[in-house]
């Protein structure tokens, strides 16, 4: 058996009943890959994908430097077919590439704003659907809750993630007066007391200081969550340079959403009637140009090939930039490894 085929049979079942069991694709649970790499001073990245003319150069950028990589799909409860059709974009564009490089999907974040039951009850409704489309890792942004309402939203929802043992991710909830590190720690007791399984706890870059990091607060942060067994990752909203993001590599984040400079760099490929009437409908919405994009694509008009093969190159250019100030350069040669020896099988 192959290298490959090893780790082509950690692909969680969700994935393999989606992409079919022939598929040479390795699209594995984030979990798989926080273990191989524990010893490796790199985070996961994780890119958003906000049209899907940026795949293909997302994904060379991850061959080009041998990196293992996670593409977010930031709306997938956009409409009910949203999440089959990104997976099956993923899948299809690594397909053609015959990407054999470790990948994972994520879900998200998903905003839960209520614990009213209908609330709820949609959200869990939307995470089935998520998960049955082949997705490995949901976020949840509790940051409109309590820190009560958001151990009871998360306790609620999570359902879908234990059964098939996928990968959560939660965002802290209000801040009180003891700030981030006392939101934090109060949320992980509360999941931990009702034995929730979370895989990361997700800050943003706004919440660690205006323009210049807080590394001290970042670092309180990591270790009130390895304190609970859990791995923080960072949401980069900057549109700046990249180097800046080995700072969180060296505080002991374990994953970074590299989303700041994708949107405007999607929204360019457009010509500028097109862009003016998105940026118009995501005011009026409230959310960014780049991201309503994300969820308006299909009823656009197609981009011309000249359009794609910019839009292809920049992605590339972006992503390997993240990728190298993330530090995963080789990583994907270094968890294969060790996923493919024995022992290595996380199960």
Request: aromatic share 4%.
């Amino acid at each position: 058996m192959s290298v490959l085929d090893k780790v082509l049979s950690l692909r969680p079942g969700n994935v393999v009943a989606r992409v079919g069991p022939g598929s040479r694709v390795p699209l594995l649970d984030p979990r798989e890959l926080l273990a191989a790499l524990e010893s490796t001073p790199m985070a996961l990245p994780c890119l958003p994908v906000l049209s899907k003319g940026s795949l293909p150069g997302l994904l060379g950028a991850a061959r080009a430097e041998d990196s293992v990589l996670g593409l977010s799909c930031p709306h997938p409860l956009a409409d009910r077919g949203a999440p089959e059709r990104f997976v099956r974009a993923v899948h299809a564009a690594a397909q053609e590439a015959e990407h054999t490089r470790p990948l994972f999907l994520q879900a998200g974040p998903l905003r839960v704003t209520s614990t009213d039951a209908d609330v709820l009850d949609a959200l869990q409704d939307g995470i089935f659907r998520v998960v049955d489309a082949g997705f490995a890792l949901v976020s949840l942004d509790l940051s409109r809750l309590t820190s009560y309402e958001a151990v009871e939203a998360v306790n609620a929802l999570v359902g879908p993630l234990k059964e098939r043992e996928l990968s959560l991710e939660v965002s802290p909830p209000q801040l009180s007066s003891g700030g981030l590190v006392d939101a934090c720690a109060t949320l992980l007791e509360g999941l931990a007391q009702w034995q929730v399984p979370l895989r990361f706890l997700r800050v943003s870059d706004a919440q660690l200081g205006e323009g210049e990091l807080d590394v001290d607060l970042l670092r309180q942060v990591v270790e009130t969550a390895a304190a609970k067994g859990v791995s923080v990752s960072v949401a980069e909203s900057s549109t700046g340079p990249a180097r800046g993001l080995s700072s969180y590599v060296a505080v002991g984040v374990r994953k970074v959403d590299r989303g700041g400079p994708f949107g405007p760099l999607a929204l360019r490929a457009w010509p500028p009637e097109v862009r003016e009437a998105v940026v118009a409908r995501a005011q009026a919405a409230g959310m960014p140009a780049g991201e309503l994009l994300s969820v308006l694509e299909e009823g656009l008009p197609p981009l011309s090939s000249s359009a794609r093969e910019t839009l292809e190159a920049l992605s590339f250019a972006e992503a390997t930039e993240a990728l190298v100030a993330l530090g995963a350069h080789r990583s994907s040669s270094v968890a294969m490894a060790f996923l493919a020896k024995p022992g290595g099988d996380l199960g």
